[in-house]
């Protein structure tokens, strides 16, 4: 059964260090996703992208934060200078239709 | 905007037992996934269920759109089924997920 897969499954970065991660949908997927999750918290959306372009973010998706999809099967979430508080579990998702598919994660710890 | 709700918000039972899950949900919706998360962080898809009854081994799930709740049913509880069980409904437009805030299960041996 194809699946999304995220790289790095962890990283740690200093403060104010740029990061980029990273995630393959699923090849004939055309909505891309997002996710965000604090140690105990609930998964809360960060953004989603459609047709190249981001189709809607949340607040929490401030300019820190850009995606792309630079090659037609990447799809890529950049921090560029990380904070304390964006230490999390972040989870990308696709779907062509219907239920989305959510990677494993990238656990990220900002130090 | 939507809100999702769970219960109970921790549950313990012994290796063997049954429980039941709910999900309620504020607004009408045309899907909902229950996942579990694993203790290593990964989401696992469960059931994709906008209604009805699904049955997949020892779970099962209900969705009753009309009433805007869904059940998750565990039976015959294993340790193996601990963590953390999130439903999730989308919203429309973009289809983005809101998450319930998830029920802490552990079973103990």
């Known amino acids: 059964e194809p699946e999304v897969t995220q790289t790095p499954s962890h990283q740690v970065t200093q403060m104010g260090q740029e990061v980029i991660l990273r995630c393959v949908p699923i090849?004939?997927?055309?909505?891309f996703y997002w996710y965000r999750q604090i140690l105990g918290q609930k998964v809360e959306f960060l953004v989603s992208?459609?047709?190249?372009?981001?189709?809607?973010k949340s607040e929490i998706f401030d300019d820190q934060f850009s995606v792309e999809r630079p090659d037609g099967s990447n799809f890529t979430l950049k921090i560029r200078s990380t904070k304390l508080e964006d230490s999390a579990m972040y989870f990308c998702?696709?779907?062509?239709?219907?239920?989305?598919?959510f990677g494993p994660g990238t656990r990220l710890l900002v130090l | 905007g939507i809100q999702v709700e769970q219960s109970p918000p921790d549950l313990i039972l012994q290796e063997g037992a049954n429980s039941t899950l709910r999900c309620n949900f504020s607004?009408?919706?045309?899907?909902l996934q229950w996942f579990h998360q694993n203790p290593w962080g990964q989401l696992i898809n469960l059931f994709y269920?906008?209604?009805g009854t699904k049955q997949n081994g020892r779970l099962s799930a209900t969705t009753v759109a009309t009433e805007r709740y869904s059940l998750l049913y565990i039976s015959s509880s294993q340790t193996t089924d601990s963590g953390v069980y999130f439903c999730?409904?989308?919203?429309?437009?973009?289809?983005?997920?809101?998450f319930g805030t998830g029920t802490r299960l552990k079973v103990l041996a």
């Open positions: 998702a696709s779907r062509v239709s219907g239920s989305q598919y």
């Open positions: 090849s004939n997927h055309l909505y």
């Open positions: 992208f459609y047709n190249n372009e981001i189709s809607e």
């Open positions: 607004d009408s919706v045309n899907n």
């Open positions: 269920i906008p209604s």
């Open positions: 999730a409904v989308p919203t429309s437009g973009t289809y983005k997920y809101i």
